[in-house]
């Protein structure tokens, strides 16, 4: 069974730009959650996706949005970009909803902004 | 910020010894979780300890949960210089379907 694939892997953006980041989550799974790694602010949650309907969501501006698509499939996007959007940005997917239970990751997007 | 605390942030130990990290957290939780990461890599789930469970082992792993204290604890027996690695603690918390993930403890076992 496939993993959690999370494309580009490495990009690199200047302020002001936007990006679009892909994920695609095990087969099966209808539930996708972005998350935004920093050394300073650590693992932060962005926003949850289930059955194409975003059901969560955590403190970032307007600037992040996403959707996820009927096979599941997920995109997050970041306009105007800022220098602290720098990060390693996560996907992470699961069976379904209810109970949590555990979170399958992909490897990353390392988004550079300069 | 809901997010948990991990102590400590760093660990360096030689092989074959033990690791105990430990993990606070804010919420009444449903269940805590147990990752870890590779330098720069995604998220491996290690472990997950129900509310009403007080410990849990899995291989080297052992974990504990104290919801008075609203702390956990990890520790890796044995360890490898395999091991080395970030560990993070997730809260789920009740009525959230999210998890929260804490600082991290960074390891690094020492062959």
């Known amino acids: 069974k496939a993993g959690v694939t999370q494309t580009p892997r490495y990009l690199i953006k200047t302020r002001g730009q936007q990006v679009t980041l892909s994920c695609s989550p095990i087969?099966?799974?209808?539930?996708v959650s972005w998350y935004q790694q920093t050394p300073g602010q650590g693992l932060q949650f962005l926003f949850e996706y289930f059955s194409e309907t975003q059901r969560n969501k955590g403190n970032f501006p307007g600037r992040f949005s996403g959707r996820q698509f009927s096979n599941s499939r997920s995109e997050m996007n970041v306009s105007t970009l800022e220098l602290g959007d720098s990060a390693l940005y996560l996907c992470?997917?699961?069976?379904?909803?209810?109970?949590?239970?555990?979170?399958?990751f992909g490897e990353g997007s390392r988004l550079t902004v300069l | 910020s809901q997010q948990g605390e991990e102590d400590p942030q760093a660990l360096s130990i030689q092989e074959g010894e033990n690791a105990t990290m430990n993990c606070s957290y804010k919420t009444s939780i449903n269940n805590l979780q147990w990752y870890r990461q590779n330098s720069g890599r995604g998220l491996v789930h290690l472990i997950l300890i129900r509310s009403n469970e007080r410990e849990k082992h899995s291989g080297r792993l052992r974990v504990t949960l104290d919801t008075s204290k609203k702390s956990s604890s990890l520790l890796i027996t044995a360890s490898r210089a395999a091991d080395t690695a970030s560990y993070f603690c997730?809260?789920?918390?009740?009525?959230?379907?999210?998890?929260?993930f804490g600082t991290g403890t960074r390891l690094t076992v020492i062959p």
């Open positions: 992470a997917s699961r069976t379904d909803w209810g109970r949590i239970g555990e979170l399958f």
């Open positions: 997730a809260e789920e918390s009740t009525g959230a379907n999210n998890l929260f």
């Open positions: 087969s099966g799974h209808r539930s």
